[in-house]
């Protein structure tokens, strides 16, 4: 046991409850008892949720209060500027000119405030960095045994391993909330880097945001890394591996039973309960209060059609698949772009999180999500598809831009010692000795088929393909009329930048939708579908021709913020006959709307 000497090891076994968030919000209202009543958003009756007991071999209480970084006492929110009326026609331009060119380079810790969610704010602040060596991080040894990180559903079947999960989950809960790798401090993690509390350490007159841009996938790798290897070493197993949650294959779909056991530390009582029943499939295109009415093989169908539009169809090149390139300087509230790979893990946070709570604690919101242990495995899977991405081929690699490669972030190791990463040292996982059992690809040729609706056979078919924009039977509404509120449905007609493309000319450029000037708050859910010539008034789901993409916010930070949603169509225009067209037909579909939502504009941009 010589490894546990470097931390203070809880003794004596009093708690009889470990009371999971008090500490997390000392000025606002946290729960101070675990056990809630629930009403679920369909009306289902009311139920006790079931409370959590864990006992620590403890004496000292791990609920003590966590105390805020004493040198900013106060939430960023009223020190940063929200979106003026210039931010449009700031999103429009290219922020990065060769003078902003720079990594972002982690955060500033002294500059770290409490964190923002609907209008409380949170302690999320790490432990204090002050007087520290941090150090550069260095890949593990080559002899260090490889960790295989296996299907959650499959795992779970193994009772050896899955002792071991559960005993490192609750050495974590029982360590001491000022101990970097406690459970608690672990969830802080996310909720620094994501509800505003970082400003960036080259600029820090700019907030740090890992969502919405190229700092998305390197970031999630090397939290749930470093997650990995605490939980490995409190248990002493440096073989210890993570479950992932594989819900790209049809009998991964379900929470996998061992997160549903109300007496394991795996269970977190902030979800949504109807979601947690053997029949409940994870569904990638959730639309929150407006649940889905589908079979088991129409869910594992639109399922498998999400996953092939956001790793296969929709996301041809890095731009689209990553997200938008983020560089220091870049103003916080204009995020620029989510690449597929976010967007597709999106539902899983909402349909998680328990939506009877205004913050949709805990995976709705970002600044809760790493309390519910399915984060991690959840983010297994994001993070296996990464790799996944890169073997479909043709110009799927990973950014080679400078600023990428040195882009850095803060992290606590396994012996809770400061370390700083780079991007570029994440790259290969093989090398950060953990690797991922094979999984088939159930999604990997996924066959789309058109629109049922006769009425867009009536409306876009037939002789009708010229220019769709003429049909008479849709509505349409003149880009001059953005920027515009999304509170129905808009159908616009967008001009293609070329018609006609050959074969050639398709390779070597993709055809992308932009959805610009997307204006929210950050703490609300909103979503939106995007079709192309379809039929407003049925609009078609994932697995159709003409579904482009969702627009899907997790809520996070309480500020309002601007961004773009990318959508690669060049399959979906060859799909839908519409190669020959001098427009498009593009419909955005309100589907959430838990706040107001506007709209800059729509265009189509052929991209290398
Ligand atoms: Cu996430």
Redesign the pocket.
Known sequence: MASFASFTAPSAATAAAYPKTPQLSAATKPPTHITHHYSSPAGHRRRTRQPLHITCDSTAPNNTPVPDNPSSPTSRRDLLLGLGAGATTALTLDPFSAALARPVRGPSIEACVRATAGDQTFACCPPSFAGVDIMDFQLPSASEPVRIRRPAHLAGLDPVWLDKYKRAIKAMRCLPNDDPRSYIQQARVHCAYCNGAYVQADDTNKGLQIHYSWLFLPF?RYYIYFYERILGKLIDDPTFALPFWNWDHEDGMPIADMFKDTESPLYDPLRNPAHQLPTSLLDLDYNKRQPAVRTKEEQVRVNYAVVYNNMVSGAKRRLEFFGAKYRTGSAVPVRQSSGSCENL?NPA?IWVGDSSRALGEDMGN?YS?GRDPL?YV??GN?DRLWNVWKTIGKFRFDFDDYDYLNASFLFYDENAKPVRVKVKDCLDNKLMRYDYEERPLPWRNFQKTPASSATVANIFGGEKTANAAEAPAVELTPLTEFPLALDSVVSVSVARPKKSRTAAEKEAQSEVLVVYGIELQGDKVVKFDVVVNDDPANPSGPDKFEYAGSFLN?PHDSMKFATNLRLDITDLVGDIGADDDDELVVTLVPRVADGPVTIAGVRIELQN
Request: zero cysteines; charged letters at 0%; hydrophobic letters at 40%.
């Open positions: 999630h893990h946070h970002f999500s984060f959840h983010h994001v997790v």
